[in-house]
């Protein structure tokens, strides 16, 4: 049997189904895997912002229907930039151990601190989320937004003169360049930035059907991995979230309880509003959704 696996061509998307094939391999020596590179939409048309193109899915569509076709078996996404719902006949298979979950300042040269930084200090990130976090932490600074991967970001700090720039640690750690730039890169702790959800976490997606792969990826399954996944996807959908919408989401386990963190903001940043749900394990899913209904409530109040 040999199982082919889809993937985006970027560096990270790449690094990181190589990790889930090996984990595969060492589990399963006899299998053959495959990598099969997939260019998509959103990596064809880099210079265009997020917000022209539209929905989440830019980045999954020509994946999806590879796997709907039976042209790939499996594809390994970043859970964080996953729709809600996935298409009929697809879902997520089971998920291995999450990476680091917090964001991080990558700094400019010179500079040791966000704290540290100057006065209107301009920061580099498109994302509604990180700015109006960050502004909440520190109401001067500037935000400048940016796109393309990982390291074309990295390179804006010197290109576009930013004092620095925000990235997940996840992505930075997968690729080998937290090590390298360790000197220059802060971890901002959630309490100030609350993470997107699921963010550090692989989404292994699969057909519905094909019970047999869903066993194989049993086996690299991380339960506490997997329970953070459900509550914090649970609060995505219940906010019926896509990438507008500043949103974050992060699932602590205390025991056989979790406690799960959701936040929700409007369109200018005016509102944001931070809250909690503790219970069982057994409920993450009621949990998280409950807790995206009661900010939704919470938030029509504001909007009058
Ligand atoms: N939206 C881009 C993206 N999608 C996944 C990651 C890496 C982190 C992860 O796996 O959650 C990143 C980079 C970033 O946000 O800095």
New binding site residues.
Partial sequence: MKIIVGTRGSN?ALTQTKWVVSQLQNNYPNTEFEIKTITTTGDRIQNVSLDKIGEKGVFVKEIEEQLLSGEIDLAVH?M??MPGELPEGLMFSWVPER?DYRDVIVLKGGYKSLKDLPKGAVIGTGSKRRQFQLSKYREDLKFDSIRGN?ETRVRKIEDQNLHGVI??A??LKRIGLYEKLRNRIEPIEARIILPSPA??ILAIEIREENTQIHKMIESINHSESFLQATAERSFLKGLNGNCHIPMGALCAIKGENIEIEGLLGNEDGSVLIKRKAYGPKEDAEKLGWELAKDILKEMKGYEG
Avoid: P, R
């Fill in positions: 990270l970043s964080k930039d990476e990982i990235l997940a996840a992505g963010q550090g």
